[in-house]
């Protein structure tokens, strides 16, 4: 029997537009509802979970339909795994950070680099230039409602005084992106999920597979109780702390061979055909 259902985002839970679909959010409520606890577990910071989920739990309802996602989820492993956060009582569950003076270094190094750089931040989204920021609001919409721009990623990372959850680097060529692992080789205490176009960076200790370990653990909740449904790379480390391994449709070979099934593509809502087929009891 699943007692938690930890499920990417991105990739997986939203569409190739970065949408959440009716259909995708109203089979997770069914899931909370049979008394599943569904936790997003994603390279997102907390603020910038997607606005469907979050509309009624971790911001106010407006709508009705909002209200329906009340009890939808009270856990969320965000940053690749950097935090775990049981949002109801805002308290920390786990957290594996990057120490302020590796971020800083990392930052420098890829000054001269033509990447777009953000970085997560006590749960707050930070991004540099108004250009980059922009473009990133055109492609995830109301995700992005909290992101803040800012002019100088150092000069915020001083300001801040603390570790960092995550780093990231959008890169526009091939070439930026092995200019980009050159750079991070230098750096043991981190390590980096790709996709073609950005690199996620987080603390070598942190990873959805230890955060997911860690909640299961805070929840008394057995490996063999927990589902998990994915896309990326960074997936395949709560594959390895999960029961039921599900690959959507568009992952990767590796991802697909690691899963006990393999549904479709998140074009086509493969999430809530999983969801639907292997998880909920009707």
Known sequence: MIKLLAVDMDGTCLDGRSRMTDRTLETLRKAAKEGITVVPCTGRNLGCV??????????????????????????????????????????????????????????????????GVAAHVKHRYFAQGKLF????????????A????????????????????????????SKGKMKLKEILSRYPQVKAAYTGIYAEVFSAEASKGNGLKALASYLGVEKEEIACIGDGENDQFMFDESGLKIAMGNAGETLKMQADYVTLSNRHDGAAEAIEKYILSI
């Open 146 to 173: 909290a992101v803040c721009c800012v002019r100088d990623m150092e000069a915020i990372l001083v300001r801040s005084g603390c570790d960092v959850e995550e780093l990231q680097f959008y890169f526009p060529t």
């Open 50 to 115: 997607p606005h469907r989920l979050a509309a009624g739990v971790l911001r106010e309802s407006k709508t009705e339909d909002d209200k329906k996602n009340q009890g939808l989820f009270r856990y969320a492993i965000t940053s690749n795994g950097a935090m775990v956060t049981d949002v109801k009582e805002k308290k920390t569950l786990f957290q594996a950070l990057i120490k302020q003076e590796d971020a800083l270094s990392i930052v420098s190094a890829c000054s001269q680099e033509k990447f």
């Open 133 to 144: 920021t922009s473009a990133g609001r055109i492609v995830y919409g109301k995700d992005a």
